[in-house]
């Protein structure tokens, strides 16, 4: 059985990864140092690459003659 390839390539993954990491460390420092909420942004935007991280996982996890309904 063959597992499906999924939606990003390696690199892309890689890099989907390096910018959910920097996202997610530079919204509690953004939070502490300013005093408005833009911190909030950097958290949505972290949510955002790890809910595409979470798909190609998924799409990768599949087997490649899995059909999608």
Do not use: K
Not at 2 to 21: E, M, T, V, Y
Not at 45 to 64: C, E, G, N
Request: charged share 15%.
């Amino acid at each position: 059985m063959h597992q499906g390839s999924g939606i990003l390539s390696s690199r892309q993954r890689r890099l989907a990864w390096l910018g959910f990491l920097l996202a997610a460390l530079q919204a509690p420092v953004s939070a502490r140092l300013v005093a408005d909420d833009s911190w909030l942004f950097s958290l949505c935007v972290a949510l955002m690459v790890a809910t595409v991280i979470i798909v190609d996982d998924a799409a990768r996890r599949r087997p490649a003659n899995a059909t999608s309904d």
